[in-house]
């Protein structure tokens, strides 16, 4: 029965990391963040040109100068090698790049949970591939086997101070310092690490029966010691960078600095894990529900494991540091899991499961495996493609064709989330005006009153009142088309706007961007592309004369039909009423009454589904009095 075990257990450990390796290239999830992009480019940049850019050269607009030295200095080595795995293999080979980087992530959390029984390792390592297996393709991506690398050799080093195992440490630390900002999670847990051992030093030394066994006592001095010093050294190890100490001030002023409190709660920090809980829960995202599940699963073995002393003062430091962190920071929920899944193992080996019960398990267990194994890969299949990590939305190939074959003068205004498409497809010959980068928050911000067309600055970044109201003036057909006196418009003139490029609606939601809606009654804007994913306007002001005289213009009232097309893959209440608003600006009554009608049947309080379905009946010559 052992001989078996062994070949089973050799068999069962090459099947999970076959199936991890296949799962990566399958990613069930679509990737809705264009990141990559611009750290490709960024890449190339540095590559070609042998140096870190003092400046960003891709947007043109005015920029946040320490949130562009904490961006362009974190992430270098990590774009370098974003840029050549995309240069020799395109997408295909940034898949491949994710799925080495899940793999190793992988392997050190295996390793680390074997010492709690097979079977528990297979099952755990299976969770975390369930949940890392749709994870965006960033330089955080690198921080994930890297934590998991450092808490692999810490522990090694605590149980046996081996030299080999601190060299790891310092070349992990070093690493990391240049490929992710993250690092400084790294450090943390090392200070914590060297905390610890100082405490356990000193709190024996006070105490005389500890030192009666003098061997005893010399063997854990030199074991904290040992511990300490190596800790120091690998956080010394993060200076090793091109910015030095530089980086660490540059992150403290910006996390510390009151002006970057909008953009840190915006785009860094995301919601804390309760808001972003609620609206989890209501698009059913089984891969956050699943990682609340391996967290609870994760507290209690720790609690277990310090009620039973196979777990320290140091794990559970670690382990609550990172959950207090996940609690206030969605992401950090990764980082948790990792080091929870590690350092909830314990400090002794022990099985979960007994040895005679894992003997008659073994074979039960190995068919349930393939049987489930085989499910999600065949459900994964149908899905996506090897290779297809984004949306295609988000993408924007048509427009940036568009763009590079005609050469639009002028400054563009996009939103951000194709930024980044085009600093990859067009740079040098555009700039863009932002990109998720949020290089200056005051620009990012002007981006959403322009798209959201907002009258006044002060109002809401989607007032909803102002758009109902202009919806009705829409439908019944007395839009004047002045819109000097409003916000939005004035953001054009003092950044001096020549076209506009970007979708009509939220890749997501499917809201629609008002400022299209009132392009249409502009004369000034002329509507000159549309592919059902982007659209272009162009200002007439002569900037452009050449152009516009080969292109000619478009019928803005196809405007509508984008809306139809770009909604036409989304299913969500606000994609569906603005497609019925659509057809009922194209004429097309019947099919706006039926989409408004199961609209109103989900959710009877969707006033503008109410006030758009009252004008269609209207125009049908339905009779709409109360009694009806």
Same mark, same amino acid.
């Given at each position: 029965?052992?001989?078996?075990?062994?070949?089973?257990?050799?068999?069962?450990?090459?099947?999970?990391?076959?199936?991890?390796?296949?799962?990566?290239?399958?990613?069930?999830?679509?990737?809705?963040?264009?990141?990559?992009?611009?750290? #490709?480019?960024?890449?190339?940049? $540095?590559?070609?040109?042998?140096?870190?850019?003092?400046?960003?050269?891709?947007?043109?607009?005015?920029?946040?100068?320490?949130?562009?030295?904490?961006?362009?200095?974190?992430?270098?080595?990590?774009?370098?090698?974003?840029?050549?795995?995309?240069?020799?293999?395109?997408?295909?080979?940034?898949?491949?790049?994710?799925?080495?980087?899940?793999?190793?992530?992988?392997?050190?959390?295996?390793?680390?949970?074997?010492?709690?029984?097979?079977?528990?390792?297979?099952?755990?390592?299976?969770?975390?591939?369930?949940?890392?297996?749709?994870?965006?393709?960033?330089?955080?991506?690198?921080?994930?086997?890297?934590?998991?690398?450092?808490?692999?050799?810490?522990?090694?080093?605590?149980?046996?101070?081996?030299?080999?195992?601190?060299?790891?440490?310092?070349?992990?630390?070093?690493?990391?310092?240049?490929?992710?900002?993250?690092?400084?999670?790294?450090?943390?847990?090392?200070?914590?690490?060297?905390?610890?051992?100082?405490?356990?030093?000193?709190?024996?030394?006070?105490?005389?029966?500890?030192?009666?066994?003098?061997?005893?006592?010399?063997?854990?001095?030199?074991?904290?010691?040992?511990?300490?010093?190596?800790?120091?050294?690998?956080?010394?190890?993060?200076?090793?960078?091109?910015?030095?100490?530089?980086?660490?001030?540059?992150?403290?002023?910006?996390?510390?600095?009151?002006?970057?409190?909008? $953009?840190?709660?915006?785009?860094?920090?995301?919601?804390?894990?309760?808001?972003?809980?609620?609206?989890?829960?209501?698009?059913?995202?089984? /891969?956050?529900?699943?990682?609340?599940?391996?967290?609870?699963?994760?507290?209690?073995? /720790?609690?277990?494991?310090?009620?039973?002393?196979?777990?320290?003062?140091?794990?559970?430091?670690?382990?609550?540091?990172?959950?207090?962190?996940?609690?206030?920071?969605?992401?950090?929920?990764?980082?948790?899991?990792?080091?929870?899944? #590690?350092?909830?193992?314990?400090?002794?080996?022990?099985?979960?499961?007994?040895?005679?019960?894992?003997?008659?398990?073994?074979?039960?267990?190995?068919?349930?495996?393939?049987?489930?194994?085989?499910?999600?890969?065949?459900?994964?299949?149908?899905?996506?493609?090897?290779?297809? $990590?984004?949306?295609?939305?988000?993408?924007?190939?048509?427009?940036?064709?568009?763009?590079?074959?005609?050469? $639009?003068?002028?400054?563009?205004?996009?939103?951000?989330?194709?930024?980044? /498409?085009?600093?990859?497809?067009?740079?040098?010959?555009?700039?863009?005006?932002?990109?998720?980068?949020?290089?200056?928050?005051?620009?990012?911000?002007?981006?959403?009153?322009?798209?959201?067309?907002?009258?006044?600055?002060?109002?809401?970044?989607?007032?909803?009142?102002?758009?109902?109201?202009?919806?009705?003036?829409?439908?019944?057909?007395?839009?004047?088309?002045?819109?000097?006196?409003?916000?939005?418009?004035?953001?054009?003139?003092?950044?001096?706007?020549?076209?506009?490029?970007?979708?009509?609606?939220?890749?997501?939601?499917?809201?629609?961007?008002?400022?299209?809606?009132?392009? #249409?009654?502009?004369?000034?804007?002329?509507?000159?592309?549309?592919?059902?994913?982007?659209?272009?306007?162009?200002?007439?002001?002569?900037?452009?004369?050449?152009?516009?005289?080969?292109?000619?213009?478009?019928?803005?009232?196809?405007?509508?039909?984008?809306?139809?097309?770009?909604?036409?893959?989304?299913?969500?209440?606000?994609?569906?009423?603005?497609?019925?608003?659509?057809?009922?600006?194209?004429?097309?009554?019947?099919?706006?009454?039926?989409?408004?009608?199961?609209?109103?049947?989900?959710?009877?309080?969707?006033?503008?589904?109410?006030?758009?379905?009252?004008?269609?009946?209207?125009?049908?010559?339905?009779?709409?009095?109360?009694?009806?």
């Amino acid at each position: 029965m052992i001989f078996f075990r062994g070949y089973l257990n050799v068999f069962l450990t090459s099947l999970l990391f076959l199936y991890a390796f296949i799962a990566s290239l399958y990613p069930v999830y679509y990737n809705a963040d264009t990141d990559l992009f611009w750290h #490709i480019k960024s890449g190339e940049v $540095i590559f070609k040109n042998i140096k870190i850019p003092e400046a960003d050269s891709f947007a043109y607009t005015p920029k946040d100068s320490v949130r562009e030295q904490f961006i362009l200095n974190s992430y270098w080595l990590s774009q370098i090698i974003l840029y050549l795995f995309y240069k020799s293999g395109h997408f295909t080979g940034i898949v491949l790049l994710r799925a080495l980087a899940i793999l190793s992530a992988l392997f050190f959390i295996y390793s680390s949970i074997l010492r709690r029984g097979f079977l528990t390792s297979i099952v755990l390592s299976l969770l975390f591939l369930e949940i890392f297996r749709g994870s965006s393709v960033k330089p955080n991506l690198f921080s994930y086997p890297l934590l998991a690398a450092l808490l692999y050799f810490m522990e090694k080093y605590r149980n046996a101070p081996d030299k080999r195992y601190g060299i790891f440490v310092f070349l992990i630390m070093m690493l990391w310092a240049n490929m992710h900002g993250s690092y400084i999670i790294g450090t943390a847990v090392l200070f914590i690490y060297l905390l610890s051992a100082a405490a356990v030093f000193i709190l024996k030394r006070k105490n005389p029966a500890d030192v009666s066994d003098n061997s005893e006592f010399l063997d854990e001095k030199k074991r904290a010691l040992a511990i300490i010093k190596t800790s120091v050294i690998a956080v010394l190890a993060t200076l090793i960078t091109p910015s030095g100490i530089s980086t660490y001030l540059v992150t403290l002023k910006l996390y510390t600095d009151p002006t970057h409190n909008w $953009i840190l709660s915006h785009v860094l920090s995301h919601n804390n894990i309760l808001d972003f809980a609620r609206h989890i829960t209501e698009t059913n995202d089984t /891969t956050f529900l699943l990682s609340l599940i391996v967290s609870a699963f994760v507290l209690i073995c /720790t609690v277990f494991n310090i009620t039973r002393k196979r777990a320290g003062g140091t794990e559970t430091l670690i382990v609550l540091f990172l959950l207090i962190l996940a609690v206030d920071s969605v992401r950090m929920i990764s980082f948790f899991l990792i080091a929870g899944l #590690i350092l909830s193992v314990g400090k002794d080996r022990y099985n979960m499961f007994p040895q005679t019960i894992y003997g008659k398990l073994a074979p039960a267990f190995l068919i349930m495996l393939l049987i489930v194994l085989s499910f999600l890969l065949y459900k994964r299949f149908p899905v996506t493609q090897p290779g297809e $990590i984004l949306e295609t939305r988000l993408i924007n190939l048509g427009v940036s064709d568009f763009l590079a074959e005609n050469g $639009i003068k002028g400054n563009m205004l996009n939103q951000s989330s194709t930024g980044n /498409t085009f600093i990859l497809k067009l740079t040098p010959q555009y700039k863009v005006f932002t990109s998720t980068r949020f290089l200056n928050y005051e620009v990012y911000k002007d981006s959403l009153h322009m798209f959201g067309a907002n009258i006044s600055e002060n109002d809401a970044l989607y007032n909803r009142k102002q758009r109902i109201g202009f919806y009705l003036k829409m439908l019944k057909g007395d839009v004047n088309g002045d819109f000097n006196g409003e916000y939005w418009h004035s953001l054009l003139e003092s950044y001096e706007i020549d076209f506009i490029v970007g979708s009509v609606t939220q890749p997501g939601s499917g809201e629609i961007y008002f400022l299209f809606l009132k392009l #249409i009654y502009d004369e000034r804007w002329v509507f000159v592309y549309r592919d059902g994913n982007s659209v272009v306007f162009v200002k007439d002001n002569g900037k452009n004369e050449v152009f516009l005289g080969r292109n000619p213009p478009l019928d803005k009232s196809a405007i509508f039909d984008e809306i139809i097309m770009e909604n036409s893959s989304i299913h969500t209440t606000t994609s569906l009423e603005a497609g019925a608003f659509a057809y009922a600006m194209k004429g097309n009554y019947d099919k706006a009454e039926i989409i408004l009608e199961r609209i109103i049947d989900i959710n009877k309080k969707r006033l503008l589904s109410h006030l758009i379905l009252s004008f269609v009946l209207q125009s049908k010559g339905v009779d709409i009095t109360p009694d009806n």
